[in-house]
């Protein structure tokens, strides 16, 4: 047998192991390039695409469908009345908050996911253009409050310009179930309407409808001076409303 009849068997017998075999001999022995191109289209030919086919559609085709199709089956079992019910009874945002962005402001907890105090890429990443925001649960319901500010300490209405959101179920730990229906019911959702393929559809709207920003209400921000130094001057949260003493 001829050593380009021999170089032709061991391709084909082991198949893209063989490709680097026939590669390296090719570099040692004077072999046609038509000869070469032949073989190697007759390989590429001869492989199987069932598994890398299979293994596309369902690792990441089937569960992109999946994860867009949360979307709509979401927004159809939402309700207009319950979401109204659930803003009434979460506490309003602060309209302006302290920029030293104590971990505390109002009784307002700050958000780790958007912590003004933090750095990084994932800080605040779905909320971009807040500084920080703060959450707060309601003391009538699963529901909370997320309040997200800019860089002054401003309350952010629009959800486009990073506003918080509504949450129907407040996460606290990861041993409550309210952590885990707020995944579902506020998270998941969230991607899937507003993450992707699904902002052409403009389901990102209508995810906000179910879950606005909320309102604000003007809370004091006490001055306070350190060591009676009235150069020394920082703004510390409280809980007194305007037209109220403190």
Not at 28 to 39: A, E, K, N, Y
Request: with cysteine; hydrophobic share 35%; proline share 5%.
């Amino acid at each position: 047998m001829t050593t380009e009849a021999l170089l032709v068997t061991d391709l084909h017998s082991s198949r893209w192991y063989s490709i680097f075999r026939f590669l390296s001999r090719f570099n040692r022995q004077s072999i046609s390039i038509s000869r070469l191109l032949t073989v190697l289209l007759t390989t590429i030919k001869s492989f199987s695409w069932k598994r890398p086919v299979k293994f596309l559609i369902c690792g990441f085709i089937v569960p992109y469908f999946l994860f867009s199709a949360y979307c709509p089956i979401w927004l159809a079992l939402q309700s207009e009345s319950y979401t109204e019910k659930s803003m009434n009874e979460t506490p309003l945002c602060p309209c302006q908050v302290s920029i030293m962005w104590d971990g505390d402001q109002f009784g307002f907890n700050v958000d780790p996911s958007c912590d003004a105090r933090k750095s990084g890429y994932w800080n605040c990443r779905f909320h971009q253009g807040a500084k920080g925001c703060y959450r707060r649960k309601s003391t009538k319901s699963a529901a909370g409050a997320q309040c997200c500010y800019d860089k002054n300490g401003i309350w952010i209405a629009d959800w486009k310009k990073g506003a918080g959101t509504l949450d129907m179920y407040y996460p606290q730990t990861l041993t409550t179930i309210s952590t885990y229906q707020h995944f579902f019911s506020d998270v998941l959702s969230y991607f899937s309407c507003c993450i992707g393929a699904s902002k052409i559809l403009n389901s990102c709207e209508h995810y906000m409808k179910y879950r606005p920003p909320g309102k604000c209400e003007h809370l004091l921000l006490t001055p306070v001076y350190a060591s009676g130094d009235p150069d020394s001057l920082t703004l510390t949260t409280s809980p007194c409303r305007l037209n109220e003493y403190c």
